[in-house]
Every structure is written in C-alpha cells, then in structure tokens.
C-alpha cells in the first residue's frame, strides 16, 4: 500500500520538532543496536535453504539457495604428527583449518564432512564460520550416534536411545542457523552392527528369537527406526538442511526402505576400486533416495613394491569421480541420482595402524592393515593385505617442515589430477603405470 501525503501535511510534519527528534532518537537507538549485534556476533547472514529436487525419470539434484550444488569434497580430521583421534583439533591455536580452508578453494573442494562435532559449541561455530566467510566452503556435519561407545551401541535400549537423540537434537538447535551447514550424517557404517560384523548389539526380544536371520532384520528395523525418528525431529526443528542416513554400502537399504521414509539421502561409505559397480541402480531398486558418496577414496602406498604411489591413488580417484559426474542429475548418462561425494581424506593420519601406541604415531607406519581385491595394483602384497590407513590423504603431512604452526601439507597428484578433472570433467588426465 502506497501512503500519500499532501503539501499540507508535509510541511507540518517538517515543523514539527517533536516528531523530528523521535525519529532521530530512533535512528540513533537502531545504530546502537546494528553495532551491538555486529560485535556480538549475532547478526550472521541468514540460513541457506538446501533441499532436495527430484526432476524427471527420478532423478535428483542438491539446491542450495535454488542453484544446483555438486558436493566436491573430503573427509576432514586434521590430526597432527604424533596425536590420535582423541586430538582436540578445533582448539589449536595455529586454527589448521584456514591453512587447509586455502588450499582447498585452490583445488576446488566446496565442502568438507566432519563426523562429528568438538565439544565447545563456540570452537565448532568458529570453524564453520572460518570455513564459509573465508573460503566458502560449506560443512556437512555428522554424528556417530554412539556407535563407538564401550561395550556396544545399544540401539536395542529406550534410555540409550533417548541420550543419542538429545546429543543429535542439541548438535542441530546449536547450528543449524550457520549459513555454512550443508546438511546433516546420521551414523557412518552403524548398519554392520545389525548384523554382528562390527559394535553387535542386542535385546531380551533378540535373543529370544531362534532365527539368526530374523535376529539381524529385527536389529536393522530397531536401528532404521531410531534414525527415521531422527529425521523426522530434525525436520520439525530444522526444515533447511537435508538429513542424510550414514550406511555401509548397501547393506540393509531394504529394511530401511520400509521403516526410514523421512530421511531424504543416503550417505554411503564405498570403497570398490575404480569403479562403483551398479551402485547407482542398485539403490534405486532398493531404497530409492539421492546418494552421497559420503566416504570412498585410494591409498597412494602400493604394498606389493613397498613404496609410495602417487599415481595409483590419482588413477583411481579420476576413474571414482568420473562416475560420480556420469551419474548427477544433469548428466546424460547414468542413473541420475548422486549428489556428490567427500573423498577420505584431506590429510593422512600417522596414528592409525597401532592406536595403543603413542610412539607409532610419530611413524609414517607402512604395513597393511586389511585387504581389498578392488584395488589390484598391489593385491599380490604379503597376506593380500594391501590396504594402507595411514597413507589416504590428498595431501601428505610433513615431520620435518611447518606451515603458520603446523605440519606442512604436501599435496599430492591427486590433488592437481582432481583439482583439474573438476575444471574439465570431459578431459581424461593419463596416468602412468
């Protein structure tokens, strides 16, 4: 509506001293107010919208602020030489992030997924802030939902369930009016515990139930059920940001397909060598939702000659992103139904083949920890374990060097192999053998 005003009328409200000193009152008291929000940190941009779209034949794009979004990232744990994962990161003084925030803009990564948060809300917000303000990039943050807790995860038990539930609630109401949140993870791989692979759990009502098979599907309902009780609370708090549910593989989707209709995307941890397989048709047979590629990568350590292997770890990170890219929804082949994906990882973790060890955490250790037939580079090491934790960064660390504080990052091919595939998808860098 459109409020005129007369000549009249005008000029009594310009001679009317009164009036005029209310409205500079006013405008000084609204200054004071900008000023004090601005100092307080409390006058952030407001939230960024990102959703979900389904276009035709079923295929499905990331919104954020009603563009198309191609999540290009990493996993992100940046532990130093000589700490494990009980490092307390988000309190380093050095602030590793704006080191890494920098080099990441540089090879084109837009996100980074954090498992879980730090314990002091403030440190978390600062590096969410740090990570957008500076550099844009955006933090897909998880939440284990207790599944490395001592003795076992028990999904199987209401109080268990009812703690889990307040920490992920709490974890949402604290950021998600940050601008720099992407989206929520439920779990990781909290799936292989239903089927006694990894954390088992279990109920009175389980072991009553004579059937192995039966025992694992009610374990995978218990378990889908909480999550989609999850998202559901999620979304009535947070109706801006996706929620994802955290999986190994595939492995129970078709549980989840009958009991968690209120996640919106799965994230898949995958690790299948140079290709996904049918990964993509297989999940729209089985739980038709997007996918994340939440965790999937190659070790540049080929334990078959002993050595350090650059271009192998390249060759299968091009080879896993170009499937990646044939299968988003704009592209004119492949199922239409991925999102993205965060490779494992920005840095290596030294700490992570002899855990009880603290002096093992200042070596680069170089034996295998388990085997992977997908990666047959090196397959034919001693045992067929060819699968090196410590060496999956795109970027190595240095012990001798220091950056702003810190352990040197060294980028490897991979970096500049991917950094330019994204640039040029169509182009196909060749690897050397």
């Known amino acids: 509506m459109k409020l005129s ?40 941009p407001l939230t960024h919208k990102v959703y979900i779209k389904t276009l035709n034949a079923g295929r499905y794009q990331l919104m954020v602020n009603n563009r198309p979004y191609i999540v290009r990232g990493v996993c992100y744990n940046p532990i130093p030489i000589g700490k494990n994962h009980e490092y307390d ?99 990781n791989e909290n799936n292989y515990s239903c089927l ?45 940001h996706p929620v994802a549910l955290g999986n190994g593989e595939l492995i129970g989707l078709d549980v989840a397909n009958e009991v968690c209709p209120d996640v919106d995307l799965v994230a898949c941890i995958i690790y299948r060598g140079k290709t996904f397989g049918n990964l993509f048709n297989s999940l729209k047979a089985t739980f038709d939702k997007p996918i994340l590629l939440s965790e999937f990568g190659a070790d540049c350590y080929d334990a078959y000659l002993g050595q350090e292997d650059q271009n192998m770890q390249a ?36 700490w992570k083949h002899s855990e009880s060890d603290p002096e093992s955490w200042l ?19 001693k045992g067929n374990k060819n699968m090196n934790e410590e060496w999956f960064g795109i970027v190595a660390l240095s012990n001798t060097e220091k950056e702003e504080g810190i352990d040197a990052r060294i980028p490897r091919k991979a970096y500049y192999v991917i950094r330019e595939f994204w640039k040029n998808p169509q182009k196909e860098i060749k690897l050397k053998r």
């Open 89 to 187: 990161w988000w309190s380093d003084a050095h602030k590793p992030w704006m080191v890494d925030g920098k080099r990441m803009k540089e090879m084109g990564i837009n996100t980074v997924r954090i498992y879980q948060a730090g314990e002091d809300p403030e440190k978390v917000k600062a590096v969410i802030r740090d990570l957008y303000d500076n550099y844009g990039i955006r933090v897909i943050l998880g939440h284990w939902l207790g599944f490395w807790e001592y003795p076992c995860p028990f999904y199987g038990h209401k109080d268990f369930r009812d703690r889990v539930k307040q920490q992920v609630l709490d974890m949402v109401n604290l950021y998600k009016d940050e601008p720099g949140i992407l989206m929520w993870i439920l779990g």
């Open 363 to 381: 070596v680069h250790d170089t034996e295998s920890n388990w085997t992977n037939g997908s990666y047959y580079f090196d397959i034919k090491a």
């Open 196 to 240: 006694n692979m990894v954390r088992p759990w279990s109920n009175d009502e389980i072991d009553n139930e004579p059937d192995p098979q039966k025992q694992k599907k009610m374990r995978a309902t218990i378990y889908y059920s909480f999550v989609n009780e999850l998202a559901g609370q999620i979304h009535a708090i947070d109706p801006n």
């Open 5 to 44: 005003l007369n000549n009249a009328s005008k000029k009594r409200l310009t001679q009317d001293t009164g009036y005029k000193k209310r409205l500079k009152a006013l405008c000084i008291l609204c200054s004071l107010f900008c000023a004090c929000a601005v100092l307080s940190g409390a006058a952030r």
């Open 315 to 350: 060759f299968f990170l091009q080879s896993q992103w170009r499937q990646i890219y044939d299968n988003v929804a704009n592209s004119k082949k492949g199922a239409g139904n991925c999102i993205g994906g965060t490779m494992f990882e920005w840095t290596d973790e030294w």
